[in-house]
């Protein structure tokens, strides 16, 4: 994992950022459309949806360093890491349905693809393990960043992240035995202690989302 690189881009990013507002823009104009169920405070509601961007961002890092981490501990790094990897290279390296897409705007994109696709392996961590890889509540954030993005884009770099984990992962991954003694050591006292590191993303921020709406 070179999540040094990462690091640099989103730098990078942030500095662009600094330089033109073209984020901030773009959610101003985005914001009198969102979905009812996006919920945001009444003061400040760009600024809250701005920084809630930018920590979505940032986070994807630490994401794949802690993923890799755990990975590692399982013992199945050489399953997993190649499917960090993708996530990785979604940054260094974007596909070409992210072509032209710069600043914080479009890593918005690459931190989506990076965050579904570890969403994805932590689905198959609760389906083989009954926790995730990771305890990162990021679920509501994705579906924030799913409707900032749009939904028919959000759809194809689902897509894509449906074929890389179909790709690198499958049952033989789970039936190894370092995995079965990983399962074993899952309920321990400092696995529960690292699951608090990891709260809400999205409501940390001040960024709701109110999936029944009243009256339905």
Known sequence: ???????????????????????????????????????????????????????????????????NEVAHEAGIESQITPVLS??????????????????????????????????????????HFGQPLIPSDITVANLIAHQL??????????????????EMLNEESFALESVEAYRERLHSPDTEAAWKRWPCLSRQLGVELELEQPGA
């Open 1 to 67: 994992m070179n999540t040094a690189a990462l690091r640099e881009q989103i730098q990078r990013a942030h500095q662009h950022e600094a330089s033109s507002g073209q984020l901030t823009r773009q959610l101003a104009v985005q914001l009198p459309h969102l979905h009812p169920a996006i919920q945001l405070p009444d003061v400040d509601a760009k600024g809250v949806l701005t920084r809630f961007v930018k920590a979505y961002i940032d986070l994807v890092p630490d994401l794949l360093d802690a993923a």
């Open 86 to 127: 993708i996530a990785e290279q979604f940054f260094l390296q974007p596909p070409p349905i992210l072509e032209g897409h710069v600043g914080l705007d479009g890593l918005l994109d690459e931190a989506y693809l990076a965050h579904r696709l570890v969403e994805e392996v932590n689905d198959l961590y609760i389906k």
């Open 149 to 166: 993005i749009g939904e028919t884009f959000a759809n194809q770099l689902d897509e894509a992240v449906h074929h890389a984990v179909d």
